[in-house]
């Protein structure tokens, strides 16, 4: 597939492998340069159960991934989603959109009936997309990612149907 072919309907979500830790990798660099995840981290991502790893894939190659964790809130269980990635060719295609759909659909096959992220206040077409997905912003997190780069903490409660 080329970037110009929309691969809005025959990428495929699927649970990611140890094998595909390059790749995940790769892209986590291509999205957040010096910022990115080491690949000791996505590894530890990639073999710890509480985590969910999910690539979309076309023809064995990965255009985007995401990383959340269940988390246990008193009795509550809540999802914490970590990282979203879509290779820069391929964004606005419908990719990061069907992948938080599908942890969703992950984090409430584990019980989670709330989910929660971070997002760097600057970085709108995150925003955007989260927002779309009926994030709503709780709070301001002052420094989060460093001196001076602030975040929101957006929240979403997850429906059974
Ligand atoms: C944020 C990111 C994951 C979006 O992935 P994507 O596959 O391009 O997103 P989608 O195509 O599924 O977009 C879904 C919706 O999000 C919004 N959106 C996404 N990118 C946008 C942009 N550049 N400008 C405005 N809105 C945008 C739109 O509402 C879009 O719906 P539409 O295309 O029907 O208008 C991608 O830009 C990315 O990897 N960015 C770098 C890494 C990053 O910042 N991750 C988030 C960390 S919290």
Partial sequence: MNENQSPSKIFLVREARLSD???????EVECFSSEAY??????YFLKT????VLVAEVKKQILGFVIGGIEHHGTRVVGHVY???VRKRYRRKGIGYKLM?????????KKASICYLEVKID???ALKLYEKMGYKRVRTLSN???RGAHAYLLMKKLKTN
């Avoid at 830790?21 to 892209?27: A, F, K």
């Avoid at 080491?38 to 590894?43: A, C, D, E, M």
């Fill in 144 to 146: 989060y990612y460093g």
């Fill in 101 to 109: 759909h599908e942890l969703e659909r992950c984090f409430l096959k």
């Fill in 83 to 85: 990282t979203l990635d």
């Fill in 38 to 43: 080491n690949k000791g981290i996505i590894g």
């Fill in 123 to 125: 970085n709108l077409q």
């Fill in 21 to 27: 830790l390059d790749d995940i990798y790769e892209i």
């Fill in 49 to 52: 159960p509480e985590f969910i």
